[in-house]
């Protein structure tokens, strides 16, 4: 027996070890990374382990310092008795304003049709009458000493006649489901669990599935959204609809024309002018669906915008954010989805793709968002997938080891009406199956493509179906398979079509950083980042400072690939790049090289969205 004392000594030191680690984990805002017995998918082709949540907030991640608008909101859109008004509000001056009437040009301009005056005083201000219907106006009002005091873009989007609203009797109603994307920028499951509590507990009163093993197949927003709206990568679309004499992508056969076909109305907007296909791309020479935002983003932000955040990534205009627009956006059209079939994508980007902790102040107001849906009852009839792209790509907290694998699993989850489940009982048990295994943005493409016929969700079909799907050869199971089918339990990153650099069935192992083939891959990465910017003559050729981090990418036992993922700082400019590559006779990329730090203006002396990461400008 040990003597007393002794085992309160060693009770003690014990006590004063934990203190130190809890001390220490604190400060430098370690945890642990991996819950190495549980897994978010365990299927024969893919494992994906569990992450850790931080048990308390991440301390090295630095607080968001947003404000609100600044700037009032004086004049608001008003339709009463058929007609559309300007309401005036909170006017604590004489002032004298100005409007113009727009409409579309292209997804570059707008044409300014009317302007017209009128004066607005301290005292009470009657409604002003504007042009009836779908308008969209600039107004700017100036004091007497003739500053500019409101400068904003109001739109009006009147409700449906009353005759539309309500089927007559002898119309029989063709069964169909609607769809509804609410997409969210840079927003992994985790992040979604740790910012949206109201949220989560919404969703526990009405159908739903969150689909764990979503992953994203792409760098960006626009690499990750085409091949839900098409069916294909980026690049593919691209050789297939663009060329030098057609180079807007109003051919291209994206998911809202197929939908526009099958008699259904199209809506789509994001909370930005520089949208996923407008940030230095084309855009649409005609206007895409029947409701469509970004000519309102687009006067907005050239002309009346401010930012709110010293990073200026944050915008207002008047006193709404462009966050705002896009819902107010949304309640507009909320009648419209009461009265027909509609397929709608809206897309929200601002802020939450920039700050660690901004998404937590989404929370209620996408509670509220589906709270209406529901209360309107167009959730009876509509799917609605709430989703992200991928997690965050940059700041302090992409730089852990949780956030490096979180970047590659973005969030979803699917809301449907209860009947799905009672009607085609064998596609919603494949849909809810299919949770727990490997889903991409391709998969989702042939999903809303069934949506348009329900009559494929019969479960004859969808054994005769199923029956086909089984039949093919491992190596030719399409890409992207409806998630009203099984999804193959072999299935791997290689036959989802998600590049190894996103894989997120491999484990990682940390090797040191000054081992021989990891300085050459290194130098490799660096190689291949000066050949994309090599054609541009203004960006300076980078060098390597350091290996930051080294790992063994683990492809499974079967596997005889050598595979390196590595994250360096380069000099000049401090970037910090992550790629992975390949090792047999010679190295080559098993997908991009990403940026994981902030560039800002660096890349002020090129415009190429795809270079802007890489390049360095000398003052």
């Known amino acids: ?169 002898y119309e029989k109603k063709r069964e169909s489901l609607s769809v509804m994307i609410l997409g969210i920028d840079s927003l992994s499951q985790m992040h ?21 093993g979503y992953s994203r197949v792409g760098l960006d927003a626009y690499e990750n959204v085409v091949p839900l709206l098409s069916g294909l990568r980026s690049d593919e679309l691209e050789q297939r609809c663009l060329s030098a004499n057609k180079s807007t992508y109003d051919k291209c056969g994206l998911l809202w024309e197929k939908f526009k076909d099958a008699g259904y109305s199209t809506i789509y907007g994001e909370d930005t002018a520089k ?20 000519p309102v983003m687009l006067e907005m932000d050239k002309h009346t915008r401010y930012s709110i955040d010293a990073s200026e990534l944050i915008h207002c205009s008047g006193g709404r954010q462009f966050f705002d627009v896009l819902n107010d956006f949304i309640d507009k059209l909320s009648f419209y989805m009461q009265t027909a079939p509609f397929f709608s994508f809206f897309w929200h980007s601002q802020g939450v793709k920039d700050y660690y902790h901004y998404a937590r102040r989404l929370d209620v107001d996408y509670v509220k968002r589906l709270r209406r849906l529901l209360e309107m009852d167009i959730l009876d009839n509509t799917l609605v997938l709430l989703m992200s792209d991928y997690g965050l790509r940059s700041g302090k907290y992409r730089l852990t080891y949780s956030g490096m694998r979180e970047e590659s699993q973005p969030f979803l989850v699917a809301i449907y009406p209860d009947w799905l489940k009672a009607k085609y009982p064998f596609a919603m048990d494949n849909f809810k199956q299919n949770a727990h295994n490997l889903v991409t943005a391709f998969d989702l493409h042939a999903t809303l493509k069934d949506v348009m016929d329900l009559n494929l969700l019969k479960n004859q079909h969808v054994e005769n179906r199923t029956d086909v799907l089984r039949g093919y050869p491992p190596k030719k199971v399409p890409r992207g398979v409806s998630l009203f089918l099984p999804l193959p339990l072999k299935r791997n990153c290689e036959s989802a079509g998600i590049p ?54 683990d492809l499974g036992e079967s596997s005889f690939v050598y595979e390196l993922r590595l994250r360096v700082s380069t000099i000049p400019g401090d970037g910090l790049f992550e790629g992975t590559a390949r090792l047999t006779d010679t190295f080559h990329l098993t997908g991009p090289i990403t940026r994981v730090n902030e560039y800002r203006s660096q890349s002020f002396c090129v415009n190429e969205t795809s270079i802007k990461m890489y390049c360095y400008c000398p003052n």
Not at 275 to 294: C, M, N
Not at 510 to 535: K, M, W, Y
């Open 1 to 169: 027996m040990f003597p007393r004392r002794l085992v309160w000594v060693f009770l003690a030191v014990c006590f004063m070890c934990l203190f130190n680690l809890e001390y220490l984990a604190n400060i430098f805002g370690k945890e642990p990374e991996v819950i190495f017995n549980r897994f978010l998918i365990n299927t024969p082709g893919c494992r994906v382990r569990v992450l850790a949540h931080p048990k308390k907030p991440v301390p090295f991640v630095e607080p968001i310092h947003v404000m609100g608008c600044s700037r009032p909101q004086l004049i608001s859109p008003l339709y009463e008795d058929d007609n559309n008004y300007l309401k005036a509000s909170n006017i604590e001056e004489d002032l004298q304003c100005k409007c113009w009437r727009m409409e579309r040009q292209d997804d570059r301009s707008n044409k300014y049709l009317q302007e017209r005056q009128f004066n607005l005083s301290r005292n009470e201000n009657e409604p002003i009458q504007v042009e009836c219907g779908h308008q969209m106006y600039r107004i700017q009002c100036r004091n007497n000493e003739n500053v500019v005091k409101y400068n904003d873009v109001i739109f009006f989007i009147p409700p449906p006649f009353e005759e539309e609203k309500t089927p007559r009797p």
């Open 192 to 212: 979604f669990e740790r910012n949206f509590p109201h949220l989560t507990s919404f969703l526990d009163y009405v159908p739903h599935t969150f689909f764990l």
């Open 275 to 294: 949208g996923i296909f407008t940030d230095e791309r084309a855009g649409f020479r005609k206007q895409p669906t029947d409701f469509y935002l970004h």
């Open 500 to 553: 190894s650099h996103y894989c997120p069935c491999t484990d990682l192992t940390e090797i040191p950083t000054d081992d021989g083939i990891v300085l050459r891959t290194a130098r490799f990465l660096i190689a291949s980042i000066n050949q994309i910017i090599g054609p541009h003559e203004k960006c300076q050729q980078l060098r390597l400072y350091k290996v930051m981090l080294a790992y063994f990418v």
